[in-house]
């Protein structure tokens, strides 16, 4: 691979970081209100804190300083992988965001191994056999998942296996069967749309003039679809499902909240709610590095799947 393409990927993801860094910290400075005051308020049982404790938890805090020693000085911890300290439980930010971050990350595998086992299948079924109940099967599921919220989803797979059938925990974290609606949950939105790209995707394929050359040499079907087109049409598939991550993160917050699972999501949502603003700005963070490292290392996965693909002549 071209050394000057991966220098510029690796400084434009450089400066994106940095601006990720800075929009996160900033948020302290927009959000209306004064957090020291009503963080103060929450732990005094809804009492108007006096002046004098409200500046000094901003001195304590390091509230009070403009906003370039503040940002200086967090991200100095950053780099040390220091998030600093929750302002109610006065933990250190990393070894909560470290406890949890298994449960999300199970999750996050959980239900992207759930959505390519669904959508693979589904869409190569139905580019193999267009105009077909296959085809209207699939399509119909692809347009049911992107159509239905998550936390719907969530509440009625609750109510139904939970409740009802009594197959599977409400809630929680712990073993496979408290995995199993999570990500079912998040799998199926993911599903509908990798349903429809592998779809899309292997129809093209299947129209190219290489697998009419392979039909006519007598391969077996199954090795046209699978060896020759489905791999040609892997490229844009590996693409949405790399971007699906940064869905994966997003839909984790709600799917967590619904089935209560002590991971990044209900950690970040705990802290908006609590105004915990060291929290809030550790999780954004990690997550925008997740999203900005795994497009990269997408980038770079065109080259291996497509040798046609050429980074040299990309503009500089």
């Known amino acids: 691979m071209?050394?000057?393409y991966l220098l510029r990927r690796l400084l434009a993801m450089g400066v994106v970081l940095l601006g990720v860094s800075l929009l996160?910290?900033?948020?302290?400075?927009?959000?209306?209100?004064?957090?020291?005051?009503?963080?103060?308020?929450?732990?005094?049982?809804?009492?108007?804190?006096?002046?004098?404790?409200?500046?000094?938890?901003?001195?304590a805090n390091g509230l009070d300083d403009?906003?370039?020693?503040?940002?200086?000085?967090?991200?100095?911890?950053?780099?040390?992988?220091?998030?600093?300290?929750?302002?109610?439980?006065?933990?250190?930010?990393?070894?909560?965001?470290?406890?949890?971050?298994?449960?999300?990350?199970?999750?996050?595998?959980?239900?992207?191994l759930v959505a390519i086992a669904i959508a693979v299948p589904a869409g190569i079924a139905s580019a193999v056999n267009p105009g077909s109940r296959t085809d209207y099967a699939a399509q119909f599921g692809a347009l049911l998942g992107v159509s239905m919220p998550n936390f719907w989803l969530g509440f009625l797979l609750i109510i139904v296996c939970s409740l009802w059938l009594?197959?599977?925990?409400?809630?929680?974290?712990?073993?496979?069967?408290?995995?199993?609606?999570?990500?079912?949950?998040?799998?199926?939105?993911?599903?509908?749309?990798?349903?429809?790209?592998?779809?899309?995707?292997?129809?093209?394929?299947?129209?190219?003039?290489?697998?009419?050359?392979?039909?006519?040499?007598?391969?077996?079907?199954r090795i046209v679809v699978y060896k020759h087109a489905f791999r040609n049409a892997l490229v844009p598939v590996v693409t949405v499902i790399g971007l699906q991550l940064s869905y994966v993160l997003n839909g984790a917050v709600v799917v967590e909240v619904v089935f209560q699972r002590p991971g990044l999501g209900t950690l970040l949502?705990?802290?908006?709610?609590?105004?915990?603003?060291?929290?809030?700005?550790?999780?954004?963070?990690?997550?925008?590095v997740i999203f900005v490292v795994t497009n990269f290392a997408v980038d770079?996965?065109?080259?291996?799947?497509?040798?046609?693909?050429?980074?040299?002549?990309?503009?500089?």
Not at 168 to 187: K, N, R
């Open 300 to 316: 770079l996965t065109y080259r291996r799947l497509d040798p046609r693909i050429d980074h040299r002549s990309e503009p500089a």
């Open 166 to 221: 009594d197959i599977f925990p409400v809630a929680g974290a712990g073993g496979f069967e408290y995995l199993v609606l999570p990500a079912l949950t998040l799998g199926s939105g993911m599903a509908a749309v990798i349903t429809r790209l592998v779809r899309t995707a292997m129809l093209d394929a299947l129209d190219a003039a290489y697998i009419r050359t392979a039909r006519s040499k007598g391969l077996l079907e």
């Open 66 to 112: 403009p906003f370039p020693v503040q940002y200086a000085r967090w991200m100095g911890g950053v780099v040390q992988g220091d998030f600093g300290q929750s302002y109610y439980s006065d933990q250190s930010v990393t070894a909560m965001i470290v406890q949890r971050l298994p449960n999300t990350i199970e999750l996050a595998v959980a239900s992207m």
């Open 2 to 4: 071209n050394s000057q």
């Open 24 to 59: 996160t910290y900033g948020m302290i400075f927009i959000t209306p209100g004064d957090p020291a005051r009503t963080i103060l308020t929450q732990q005094m049982g809804g009492q108007t804190p006096s002046p004098e404790a409200v500046e000094q938890f901003r001195a």
């Open 269 to 288: 949502v705990d802290a908006i709610f609590a105004r915990d603003y060291p929290i809030v700005q550790g999780v954004t963070l990690l997550v925008g």
